[in-house]
């Protein structure tokens, strides 16, 4: 099946995307799959699902792997600061990993019921003789909270922004990328319907976005709460 959706989408290519895209592929190598897809390449998009798939869903069920948290905190400072994606998801991130397990650590597990007894406190009674493990979440804590700090003083308010990074400038660059689907379809022989599906707003990150947006029921976050984080954090 890939090998077949790799040739359909190699005969869609102009010979001068296909020369970009296959010079240095090996025949038997595959290449990535977004080489046969650009108009669906967005960069801020895959690294902001890429931090939820490796925190949330990899690295919360399996603490002990400082690995993908080093990874998921990575591809989250990845995000441009201004990107619309950046702020709702690195809180999200926050209120859903790291502050919950430092909070089950300090003040005892009853206060995170979203994390697995059985996995957490094993973990929390060695780490005062292993202060490895908590003193690498105590640096990552940290990590994101400066991160959660540098995108809150420059995220663009909803009513004055028009930036390239702002709801305008998303909106834009979908319009683009769905501009250049059609226009691939309409240089195409047959008379058969759009072949590749137009890009969409994804739900879920649109939720955050909403979730966080100023005004009645929206998220501030304010400089002292931050700071008041640190001190807790540092102990």
Known sequence: VWRQMQQACISRMHDEERAEYL?????T??????????????????????????????????????????????????????????????????????????QAYLFGLEHAPQ?????????????AEEEGWISTIGKAALTLLNLLEQSSSLQPSNDDSDDGDSNHGDNTAQSQMNQQLLA?????????????PLVQQDPA????????????????????SLDFHRIIVLG
């Open 115 to 127: 994390l697995d007894v059985e996995v957490y406190q094993p973990l929390f009674d060695r780490a």
């Open 29 to 102: 190598i595959d290449g990535a799959l977004l080489l046969y897809f650009p108009q669906y390449h967005n960069p801020p998009l895959l690294c902001a699902h890429r931090s939820q798939l490796l925190l949330q869903q990899m690295w919360l069920p399996f603490p002990n792997r400082m690995d993908i948290l080093a990874h998921g905190l990575q591809a989250l400072a990845s995000l441009p600061t201004t990107n619309r994606y950046t702020l709702p998801v690195q809180l999200d991130l926050w209120q859903t990993t790291l502050r919950p397990v430092l």
């Open 23 to 27: 010079v240095e592929l090996e025949p």
């Open 184 to 196: 691939d379809d309409d240089n195409d022989d047959d008379d058969d319907e759009a072949c590749w």
């Open 205 to 224: 990150l649109e939720y955050l976005v909403q979730k966080k947006a100023t005004g009645p029921g929206g998220i501030t976050i304010h400089p002292d």
